[in-house]
């Protein structure tokens, strides 16, 4: 399936569980549960990804018939799931220990530590460029599905991503 036929079919579900379809809304979860999970493992602690997700779903059941444009799920959803990471990391403030899955290889290890650091730098920028970069890097949306999910204009998306790639490099040498 193609990206285009994937959000018109992400579009349609949401139109249909805006009406009170139940099962479009198991479909709808169906299909956009990964990219929920994409957003939590970028913000939170592996551990609570499946605690954040299932708290997005149930938000997105209260909430989805205030969604103005069906097509605008994805972002929506993200900047949803952004929130309730920041909510469970208010909540209980933890250091993530590097992962005791089996044995490491140098070149685990390396990719492990890289992670760890682009983590870390994340975590130390300002919440408004961490969120930008996660959006447009991270989970790949257009600056246009950026700019809806900010409610900013397109071209103030492309400034503050410019500003945020600085200082995350900028925290990635000094790291």
Given at each position: ?175
């Amino acid at each position: 399936m193609s990206t285009a036929e994937l959000k018109s079919r992400v579009a349609e579900l949401v139109v249909r569980v805006q009406r009170g379809d139940t099962a479009a809304f198991e479909a709808l979860y169906q299909e956009t549960h990964r990219l929920a999970r994409k957003v939590a493992l970028a913000m939170v602690n592996p551990q609570l990804v499946d605690d954040i997700v299932q708290e997005s779903y149930i938000v997105v059941y209260q909430k989805v018939r205030q969604l103005d444009d069906p097509r605008a799920f994805p972002a929506w959803l993200s900047r949803l799931v952004i929130h309730i990471c920041y909510k469970a990391q208010r909540k209980k403030r933890e250091d993530e220990p590097l992962p005791e899955e089996g044995p490491q290889t140098a070149d685990t290890t390396a990719k492990a530590l890289a992670t760890l650091a682009l983590r870390q730098a994340l975590d130390r920028l300002q919440k408004d460029d961490r969120e930008i970069l996660i959006l447009r890097e991270l989970l790949q949306l257009s600056y246009e599905e950026v700019a809806y999910a900010l409610v900013l204009p397109v071209g103030t998306v492309k400034s503050r991503l410019n500003t945020a790639r600085k200082r995350l490099k900028d925290r990635l040498e000094m790291a």
